[in-house]
């Protein structure tokens, strides 16, 4: 059995899903969460449940609401989970009204009671129930309450819907949907009628789907006359906004019926943001908790844990394994193999995983307090002024974390060409992947502004999304239509626990990438380096992996680092960015207590140290990134060109920062 | 005319047709639409864009869509 | 010696086989980074632009 989930934006359907299946998926409190549809199953197995994006009708306006239209026409859908913000029942019973009409067994599991009463809204289920002609169940689904209930009556009870045509949409439109289902008889497994009021209203899925099995000439006549006459008669001004209001009508006579409203207490949620997204201070204080953000992640909290992870790997653990291996007497090969392979390079990432857990654990709170819309407001205007949208702002801060799901972000964003353009900038959004090699190199040129100079070139990832979409939006994309409404969600107090598991939902790909891909690459990157054409145990500047490195290294000399070894870490860089510092540390690799850090001074200096980590913040994507990339455009030219062009600014921002410092006198 | 709401202060929409198409529709899923009471929250220096609110939900809008909606200061 | 032939083949088959996996699933892009793809079988199928 196959049950779809589907409800308005931010109203919880995601929590749900998680409650009901088990699993974990994305969750934070902003509209458009979900962008695609996820399939769950049960905790009782009882069939699949499907989660939907957030929609506020059928009619879909952007990419993420296509998905639904398009999974309820082309998809066998056994039955039909509507959930309801209970405290914003009026623009909520929009949806459902259209999910009734599709004619398919449905239940409405109500959401957020506990929202409502706090705003004086009262609401009887059983009547809601009796009227829509459907089972009604309260639940909260953050914390799961009413849940077993909901899979009770799920599993259990027919739910046919029992009152057909809630809505009539007046003689005039009626008889026009009755021509209409006429010229689709037996020709489709949908409901007739809901096909026909979708195709009315204007919906382009729709009008394509019925375009293919009806005769289209006909359906276009019966459409032109439905409209000259309904214009004459009434006062509206299109089809969808007469549709719009027939159910409106019906709508406020329900809620009439069911809500009772009482005095509401002035929500928190109201005084917090006449701060937060205050005139004058607005912008300062998202600045400000960035600030805070990089602190605590560099500075006060992730430096010592990551440094304390150091030594546990350099001291007990190397030991360890050494003392191991003696005991075993295994050769010379494998002792190098683990030693100066997998220990330097795996353990080299893994010594960044509490920085990175800091970074995703304030990621998971931007997303789970429902600050991040705000800031998509607060940023607007300088986002307006570069021909972008506020809204993608919140692709880029989720990019912070990994461009993948940043990119994936984006489908919120409903004109196409602001989505491109987004979609094309998130990778030079500084993700957590390139972290460790600017803690590596902070820690090691400039030890006494780590959070400052890192801040930095997050900085100018930012400054450099700004310049160049101006600089695309006023040449290749050029379009004025934009669009920018937004849905601001009350405050939540995230709970300690969702906030945790979303941390570990991010950060476990990267200890998991560092178990699985960076292993490999550091097995790989070691016997390059241990072997060379001269045979095995060569010196490593005559090693295969120098060899590589030397080709390409001389394009690199002009910013500052033309080693074979930084030649080699970027190559590598490609497929993962951690991969960069796995790299480093089995290219560096010095036994005893000598650091990487303090052998680094060797071959860079501060300046082009500074010149390398603002490479690795521009060059090419990763390769998960690039696929992400050429499957959400579609297209391999913008796929070649978000690569090319990132390289290209890269060279160039390298080259001015290395040779300009150097003029005015820096090392 | 929305400019001469100011914020807290509370108006009923009378026109909303002069807004672009795109935006009317996003608004209208909102449940914003002409009869519906809105309250200024919010606005944004620089010409940015404006926080409305209306049956207990806030809307964030850019300024010079906010201003092509007619309303009667209430 | 036995041991480090063992130890040599295990680590050696391991990255091999990690290293496939690997760049097989960046290729998928979206599906490596979706919360669910373990018990998912719906294949993230790009949506196809309506216009």
Known sequence: MEIALIGNPNTGKTSLFNNLTGSYAYVGNWSGVTVEKKVGVFKNNIGQLIDLPGVYTLNPLSKDEGVVTSYFLNEAVDRLLNILDASQLERNLHLTLQLLEFEKPALI????????????????????????GVPVVPVVARNGKGCDKLVDVIATKSIQPANKNLVCYGQAVESAIAAITGEMTAKTNHSTRFLAIQYIEGNEYVRNYVNHIADQQKLTSILEELESQLLNQYDTKSLANFIYTKRKEVIEKIVAEVARKGDATIPLSEKIDSIVTNRYLGLPIFLLLMYFMFMLTFDWLGTPLSDALDGLLTGPVTSGIESALGAIHASAFIHALILEGLVAGVGGVLVFVPQIFILFFFISLLEDSGYMARVALVMDRIMESVG????AFIPMIIGFGCNVPGIMAARTIETPRERLLTVLLTPLMSCSARLPVYALFVGAFFAGHKAFIVLSLYVLGIVMVLILAKIFSSTVLKSETSLFVIELPPYRLPQFQSLWRSTWDKGKGFVRKAGT???????????????????????????????????????????????????????????????????MNIIYFVPNDASLQALLADFYTPLSAYSFMVFILLYIPCLATVATIYKETNSKKWTAFSMIYAFVIAYVLALIIYQGGRLIGLV | MFESLKMGDKGKIIDISR???????????????????????????????????????????????????????? | MIASIIIGIVIFGYAGWALVRFINKSKQGKCAACGVKDSCSSQCSPIVKNK
């Open chain 2, 19 to 74: 807004v672009g198409k795109l935006v009317q529709r996003r608004l209208l899923d909102l449940g914003i639409t002409e009869g519906s009471e809105v309250c200024v929250k919010c606005v944004m220096p620089f010409g940015g864009p404006v926080m409305i609110e209306s049956c207990g939900q806030c809307v964030g809008i850019r300024r010079k869509e906010a201003v092509q909606i007619e309303v009667v200061r209430l």
């Open chain 1, 517 to 583: 891909f960076i292993f490999a690459g550091s097995v790989i990157i070691w016997l390059l380096s241990y072997a060379g054409p001269g045979g095995l145990e060569v010196d490593m500047d005559d090693s295969f992996l120098a060899a590589i490195g030397n080709v390409i290294a001389p394009i690199f000399a002009p910013i500052g680092f033309g080693t074979w070894q930084a030649a080699a870490s970027l190559i590598t860089g490609f497929l993962a960015k951690e991969a960069i510092i796995s790299t």
């Open chain 1, 388 to 391: 972008l949208n506020g809204k």
């Open chain 1, 109 to 132: 599991g109500l959401n957020m009671i506990d929202v409502a009463n706090k705003r004086g809204i009262q609401i009887d289920a059983s009547k809601l129930s009796k009227i829509l």
